[in-house]
Structure formats: C-alpha cells, structure tokens
C-alpha cells in the first residue's frame, strides 16, 4: 500500500515540467522572462542560506518600498521597447520633476495640483519626444537623448542644491509607512501608499497591454511598423502614446521618491534610465521590440533591488559591484534573447 501511493508525486513533478517545457516550445519569447523568475527565487533562496533573514516581512517590506519608483520606471520603458524604441529622458524627467515639485509644494501649491503638475510635466516631455519621433523621423535613441539633456539642463536651472519638502507637506503621506501585519520584534509586514500606487500601475498596465487595442498595437509595431499599418491599426498615434505613457509614469515615479525622501535635487535620476532598461531586458523584454511581459519587468526590477539588498547584507563586497554585476546579468539575459529571437525566425 505505501508503494502504491507513493508513485503520485514523480508523476505531478513531471507533469509540472512537461507542461512548462511546452508553454516554452509553444512560445520561446516566454523563456527570459522564466529564467528571470528562476534567478530571482535562486537569489532569495542563496541570501537565506548565506546570510539569513531574506525571507521575512521587514526584507520583503523594504524591497518593495525602496523599489516602487523602479517599478513604475520598469513598466514604463516596458511600453516603449515593446514598440522598437527606447526612452532615455525618463531620469532628467524625475529630476525636473521632483525639483519642481518640492518649490512648488513649498510656494503653497495645493498637495494635489503639485502632484499633477509633476507628472503633467513628465507628460509634455513624452509628447515632444513623441512628436519628434512621429512627425519629424527623428530616431528615438537620439529624441529621448536630446529630452534627457533638456530635462536634466531645465533641473539644474531651477536649483544647484538640494531642495526639501515641507514636513507638513501632505506629499510625504505618500512615503507613510503602514502596518500590515505585527511581526515579531521589527519583523512587520509594512507598505506605504506608494507601493499601493506601483501596484495600481503594474494592474492597469497589465490590462491595457493584453486586453485592449492598444496593447495589441503596441506589440504589431514592434513587430512590424508596416504590417500594423497595412492591418489598420492606429500605429502613428500609439507610438506617440507610448512616449506620453512613458513621460507620465516618470512623472509618478518622481512624486513617489519625492514622497519617501523629501528631497529633491538636479543630480536625481541619473543612470535610472539605464536601471529601468534593464529591469525590462532582464524580465524578458526584447530589445527589438514584439516580445515583453509587464510582469517580467516587475521581475527585472525587484532582481536589482534584492541584489543590493544581498550585496549591503554581505557587507565584503564594494558597492561598485552592483553595475558590474548588472551588466553580467544584462548581457546573459540579450544573449538569451538573441537565441530565442533566431528559433522564432
């Protein structure tokens, strides 16, 4: 009898690998976004065994809350290498943004209207580099590099010093920790409204990507700009769109620093474009444009964050090692979507 029932489980085991064997047959573009899955469990599981406390409520807790604005970067370059562009304005854009934001809050702008003027300024530069790539074939790499130059020149204009929210701003209560659940001693599941708004972003952007029109363009124009013409599809204003999207959603990354730091200042989101890039490219986002999951992208960014999480916690390894270690993971992650590109031609 115990024989007998102790035959299920290899059975289950296989049938678990059979199926994620075809789902990857089926669609080889899934594969950097599985493996991106497999590194991030395989780093949680080498940061417990080698330096415990990885998986606990405080770890998880301060992984989301330090990476919320990542995220929101994530999913915003997610839309636009989806279409064969890219984004480098998105930094100089958190930079224009936060300073702006802080003066204004400090001028006695009403909370609200100095939340949307800090993304309605990411939004108008989404719009012109949009219509530069649109209207006037400018290629995005050297659009959004121009915006890049402008926005980080527009910061330092408006301030060389850093410049600090108001204690009584209601701003920060974006930044305000929250309580989920009582831990032992400092082991408390806590969030902030920010991480809420991340969320919030990762659920609307999953929606629009695979259950809306848009969502189907974007992919057809990376895939190919012609053939979406030909099949009808809104190609010339999604591609504007998807820069709007993008400005916008570093606009709300810029509030949700703001809010947590309190600060602001022009040297802010410098070398965050390349973060946000490659939290796309490493959740499985293809360079190339057609192939990407929002959700991949969550992935690639929360890889990044635990990896400076294990890299503090090891405390021997200087801090420079994080962008080498970066481009390692980055250059593994474009090789393997090289060769799933090449099996799908």
Known sequence: MSVLTATPAPQA????????????????????????VVIFVGMVIFGEVAYGRILQFSTVSNLLINNAHLIVLAVALTFVILTGGIDLSVGSIIAVSSVAGVMLSNAGWNAFAVIVAMIGIGVLFGIVSGVLIRYFNVQPFIATLAMMFLGRGLASLLSTKPERLGEDSPIRWIGTQLKILDGPKVNDLVITPAVLVAVIVVAAAFFVLHRTRTGRTVYAIGGSESSALLMGLPVHRTKVLVYVISGG???????????RLGTAQNITGIGWELDAIAAAVIGGTVLTGAYGYVLGSVIGALVLGLMNVLITRDGGIPPEMTTIITGGILLVFVLLQRAVTRKRE
């Open 13 to 36: 085991t296989e049938n678990v690998v059979d199926r994620l064997r075809r789902m990857i047959t089926a669609n080889p573009s899934v594969l950097p976004t599985i493996a991106s």
């Open 249 to 259: 959603l570093a606009g709300l990354a810029a509030v949700l620093y703001t809010a």
